[in-house]
């Protein structure tokens, strides 16, 4: 919640014509633009995900399934894994990780219900998982570069804030819909290092 406030204020210091702080194109304040652009691939892969799971399940005559425990923990001790070999406490990178694969889950959530009520909006031919998961372990790689890199803007006391003007950089841009908004939201506010 402390984050959408802060997406909110950074709003309206960036269409300010003096901001309280840094000048709005600063290094500073741009700093974390590297690691949001990277947590913003990563949740588009969410639509693919979503159009080869609901493929698979209308295949099936089942229901499209979401939740992926197994790969989840994969995905969890592999990161942790890797941020060990990069002096990254284990708590903040699977807080990290919760945060991409809950705010991915979020995509698919919105994508999966979207198509339940307007079935002619699913992708005519959905991708195949093999050809993401490639995209997804190489993003996951550099989100953990990224968190080694900008270790210390994470673990500043402005880290929220910082992460926040990123975020709002991306709003602006207006390359993203609402859904993906929402999860990049979810997913930033798992960035900034617990205290």
Known sequence: MRLV?????????????????????????RSLDRLVALVLERLDTGDAVAAAKWASAAETGTE????????????????????????LPENWVRQVFAGQIEANKTVQRGLITRWRFDPSAV???????????????????????????RRSELTAPDCAERVAHS?????????????????????????????
């Open 5 to 29: 406030m802060l997406i909110v204020m950074s709003a309206a210091l960036i269409m300010s014509p003096v901001s309280a702080g840094a000048d709005p194109g600063s290094d500073q304040d």
């Open 167 to 195: 975020v709002f950089g991306v709003f602006t841009a207006g390359n993203t819909d609402a859904l993906h908004q929402l999860a990049l939201v979810r997913a930033a506010a798992a960035l900034c290092a617990p205290r």
């Open 64 to 87: 499209p399934t979401i939740d992926d425990p197994a790969r989840e923990a994969v995905v969890y001790d592999a990161m942790a894994r890797l941020g060990a070999g990069l002096d």
């Open 123 to 149: 992708p005519s031919s959905p991708p195949n998982l093999a050809s993401v998961r490639p995209v997804i372990d190489r993003v996951n790689v550099e989100i953990v570069d990224q968190l080694a890199a």
